[in-house]
């Protein structure tokens, strides 16, 4: 964990890498809310923004080397996570799917996100370097009920990108429409 923390330190501006360590905290604190994989979730959280530093050629360039996301690449910076996943198997040799997928989805989201993924998509919107007008109340509801957590900062972002004009991936919408749906079921 400490050589990946000092790799991802020194590819990194000192802001982001002050960010990663704000998510890892947060993820950690999570796991232990939810009993998920501390490890699985550090590593997910030390490695979700890799790419970062990437420009959009390279991160397209990475995408490539993988089947699934050849349709990604107009996608621009909402593909670093894709491009992430990538880069976190071939340079620091994750293979575990989960922390790949945490790191892929955690931008965009999916429908039925593992806890793992659950953990890193809320924790990087919620760190404590985030500063936004509803951050508040989603920290305080991420350890009361993380999937209600999820579904009120999909709305935020959903209304932010809109108001934006930015470009909406699917399956962000999908992944709200999946909380809410569990919410109507009366299921969270
Ligand atoms: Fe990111
Ligand atoms: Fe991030």
Redesign the pocket.
């Known amino acids: 964990m400490d050589k990946i923390k000092s790799d991802i330190k020194s590819m990194l501006t000192p802001k982001r890498y002050k960010h990663i360590l704000g998510v890892e905290e947060v993820a950690i604190e999570l796991a232990s809310r939810y009993g998920a994989n501390i490890e699985k979730v550090r590593k997910a959280a030390l490695l979700?923004?890799c790419s970062?530093q990437f420009t959009i050629t390279k991160m397209r360039e990475l995408c490539d080397c993988d089947e699934t996301l050849k349709n990604y690449g107009h996608l621009g910076e909402l593909i670093?996570?894709f491009a992430g996943s990538v880069y976190a198997k071939m340079k620091f040799g994750i293979t575990d799917q989960e922390i790949l997928d945490a790191i892929r989805y955690?931008?965009i989201g999916r429908r039925d996100m593992s806890l793992v993924e659950k953990i890193t998509y809320l924790a990087?919107a919620i760190e404590p370097n985030r500063d936004y007008a509803d951050v508040e109340h989603i920290r305080h509801l991420a350890f009361e009920n993380i999937d209600m957590a999820i579904l009120h900062e999909a709305d935020r972002k959903i209304e932010y990108l809109i108001k934006r004009e930015a470009v909406i991936h699917p399956n962000t919408v999908d992944m709200r429409n999946w909380l809410l749906a569990k919410v109507k079921r009366g299921e969270i």
């Open positions: 979700h923004d970062k670093h996570g955690h931008t990087d």
